[in-house]
């Protein structure tokens, strides 16, 4: 089976993918979201994708949600996973030596406490937190060092030389299983995501919130995006649960108020995964 992935081996996209397929499975590394669905529209050879769509810190990743629409893939699964960032170098390196750490951007803002109390080592952004690892190896680079995963440090022989630098502990991204298929529900489904448009009048949101409610579903997010070329219209996108699937299919009783009702994938709800290290989640 083969999975497009945003990033390197045994980055985040990386270890989600493993999480939700398992081991045997081969990744195509991708640099950009927009190459990833490129890859899946055109490469009969790959299957699936694995998509990140929200972090708990830094909400919604509003691009992915345009590609979703763009490229109308459909959501068959999804990944919840604690991202734990670690302080990676070579074997037998020490804090004090460093004068570089490299990683994404983002990883960079997620442990700035911890390196605001090291002002003397640099910080680079690089594309992607597991390709900083490989990087800082093959440069031989001793006083350089990455943030990544711990499964980054062991994929490339490296060291964890600090563990749990993140800011916040409590720190998830979310992650779509994207297929060009578009089939019926997933077996065991208890989770939709649906993309629908208001017409522009006073109360309509809340006529299709009542109708979820009364059809006891859980509303567990709403994001909402400008349509381009429209102004003040938007697209929203809602993720819901239940418990009786016949709740859900009463729900889309909102097709009589909304337009261009889609349902993008109907998918098991993902288990929050603490760490994972290969093999069995953690």
Not at 102 to 131: N, R, V, W
Request: a negative charge; proline letters at 3%.
């Amino acid at each position: 089976m083969k999975v497009a992935i945003q990033g390197g081996r045994a980055s985040f996209h990386d270890i989600a993918s493993r999480i939700h397929f398992g081991e045997d499975i081969t990744t195509i590394e991708c640099e950009t979201f927009r190459m990833l669905c490129e890859k899946l529209k055109n490469d009969s050879a790959i299957d699936f994708a694995l998509m990140a769509i929200e972090n708990s810190i830094a909400g919604s990743i509003l691009p992915n949600y345009a590609l979703l629409k763009e490229y109308d893939f459909a959501i068959i699964g999804e990944v919840q996973l604690r991202i734990k960032m670690n302080l990676v170098g070579h074997p037998g390196t020490k804090l004090p030596e460093l004068n570089k750490v490299m990683s994404h951007y983002m990883a960079l803002l997620q442990c700035e406490d911890f390196l605001y109390k090291h002002p003397g080592i640099e910080k680079e952004e690089y594309y992607d937190t597991a390709d900083a690892v490989k990087y800082v190896k093959e440069s031989g680079h001793r006083d350089w060092a990455a943030i990544a995963s711990l499964y980054a440090a062991n994929y490339y022989k490296m060291e964890l030389l600090a563990e749990g630098i993140e800011t916040v502990k409590q720190n998830f991204t979310r992650f779509f299983v994207l297929s060009r298929e578009k089939k019926s529900k997933v077996e065991g489904a208890s989770k939709a995501t649906l993309s629908f448009q208001l017409p522009n009048k006073v109360g309509a949101l809340a006529e299709v919130l009542k109708i979820i409610v009364d059809n006891k579903i859980n509303l567990t997010k709403i994001q909402s995006l400008p349509i381009i070329g429209k102004p003040n219209e938007y697209t929203f996108y809602v993720d819901c649960e239940w418990n009786n699937y016949d709740d859900f299919k009463r729900s889309i009783g909102i097709n009589s108020i909304v337009t261009d009702l889609k349902i993008l994938g109907e998918y098991k709800k993902g288990e929050m995964i603490d760490d994972y290290t290969g093999g069995q989640p953690s």
